[in-house]
């Protein structure tokens, strides 16, 4: 990959936006970055990330997967068709605030994500799971 990879997370806890936004400008990667579901399907064609970092529960308890849903979603969202290489990693704590595991159905049809961090995730376990899921 040429140049700094864009990672492109999408959270409204601003405190932890700021952290990763250190970690990975640290690391070296280009960070931008919405706060809310509705604001990332507005702006991803902008942002053209190589990578998204996805929360589940923010302006409501299912505003990440439909995020999922409108990026992986072809027929009823062609348009998006070209995010289909995009790495998604999903960090978030709906596991414990539901109970529901939620990480083993991360590459099935039912969530179609390409990794699942549970927070709080350790910045050197990010970049690990960041620099894995770009190789592929």
Request: net charge negative.
């Amino acid at each position: 990959m040429e140049g700094k990879a864009r990672i492109f997370m999408v959270d409204d806890d601003t405190d932890l936006v700021d952290i990763v936004r250190s970690v990975l400008e640290a690391a070296g990667y280009e960070f931008m970055s919405a706060s809310s579901a509705t604001e990332a399907l507005d702006i991803v064609n902008s942002v053209a990330p190589d990578l998204i970092i996805l929360d589940v529960m923010m302006e409501d308890l299912v505003a990440g997967f439909r995020v999922v849903n409108n990026l992986r979603n072809f027929e009823a969202f062609p348009q998006n068709k070209k995010y289909e290489g995009v790495p998604i990693l999903m960090m978030t704590s709906i596991q414990q605030q539901t109970r529901m595991k939620f990480s083993q159905d991360a590459g099935s049809r039912l969530l179609p994500i390409d990794a699942f961090l549970e927070k709080p995730v350790k910045p050197r376990i990010l970049l690990e799971k960041i620099a894995e899921l770009l190789r592929r």
